[in-house]
């Protein structure tokens, strides 16, 4: 009842070399110990849009099939780690060598450069077919922006240690829920699109069996809960971050990865397809 329907598995021979080599990848990291800040997390978000991406081209069918089922859900979340963590150990050795001043700046503008030439071509592919949209995509940019400056601000006026010790991380976690929510609303009560996640459908049917559906739609409960869950979420994490801040944001990054990567594959579907 959690996951979506339409999760693929990929053949072993796939998924054994990707699992061995993201494997050894997460242990090299753990022998490198690099250091997480809020900068670090800032920067694996373009990671986590270019994930989002690759499944959008997936979906548009742009990859041979001899590797198509990378690119399934939920096997792109792994080459999309293997990419990033690749990036990251480059990133720390070129610190090291005094090539780099900061690992974060590498791994944020490698991240944002394979993020703007993927979604660049899935857009001039989009265009080319006739099928760009972006008018409802960049009103939900626009208004999960102001939903979330809205959210942090009474966060920091009522929770003022939360905010401050959880900084960029908290609000990219705060920004990527809440644009995963505005995105699934306007979807379902705009755009007609599918729900797939049985957890997720059943909050939004509940919104609809409100009166106030006639109004405003379905779509506005989820937005409250995904922006409240968030929020609720990092009032948790304020006395982790405190003891022990690397693994605390390294599990935030993946709180924030959980809201963003489905928020822009939403936004970028919408206007593609």
Do not use: C
């Not at 021979?13 to 997460?26: A, E, K, R, S, W």
């Not at 099928?131 to 809205?150: E, K, R, S, Y």
Request: no cysteine; proline share 6%; hydrophobic share 60%.
């Amino acid at each position: 009842m959690v996951l979506p329907e339409g999760f693929v598995v990929p053949p072993w021979y796939l998924v054994v070399p990707v699992l061995v080599i993201l494997g050894g990848i997460i242990a090299l990291l753990w022998a490198l110990e690099p250091p997480v800040t809020d900068r670090t997390v800032i920067a694996f978000a373009p990671w986590m849009m270019f994930g989002a991406t690759l499944h959008v081209l997936y979906k548009m069918g742009t990859f041979p099939s001899s590797i198509e089922p990378l690119f399934t859900a939920p096997m792109v979340y792994a080459v999309t780690a293997v990419v990033t963590g690749l990036v990251w150990i480059i990133g720390v050795f070129l610190h090291v060598g005094g090539l780099q001043e900061t690992i974060s700046r590498f791994v944020g503008i490698t991240g944002t450069a394979f993020f703007t030439v993927f979604a660049m071509f899935a857009l001039f592919l989009s265009l080319e077919i006739g099928t760009l949209a972006p008018f409802w995509p960049v009103i939900a940019v626009v208004v999960a922006g102001i939903v979330t400056a809205i959210a942090w601000l009474a966060l920091g006026l009522w929770f003022t240690d939360v905010a401050a010790t959880t900084g960029a991380t908290g609000v990219l976690v705060v920004f990527g829920h809440t644009l995963d929510g505005v995105t699934t609303a306007i979807g379902y009560d705009i755009l007609s699109a599918t729900e797939n996640v049985p957890l997720s459908l059943l909050l939004l049917e509940a919104g609809g069996s409100l009166p106030t559906a006639e109004y405003i739609g379905a779509g506005w409960l989820f937005v409250l809960v995904k922006v409240g869950l968030a929020m609720v979420i990092l009032g948790l994490f304020r006395e982790y971050v405190e003891e022990q801040p690397q693994q605390a944001r390294l599990l935030l990054a993946f709180v924030a990865a959980v809201g963003l990567g489905p928020a822009v594959h939403n936004t970028l579907l919408f206007t593609v397809a």
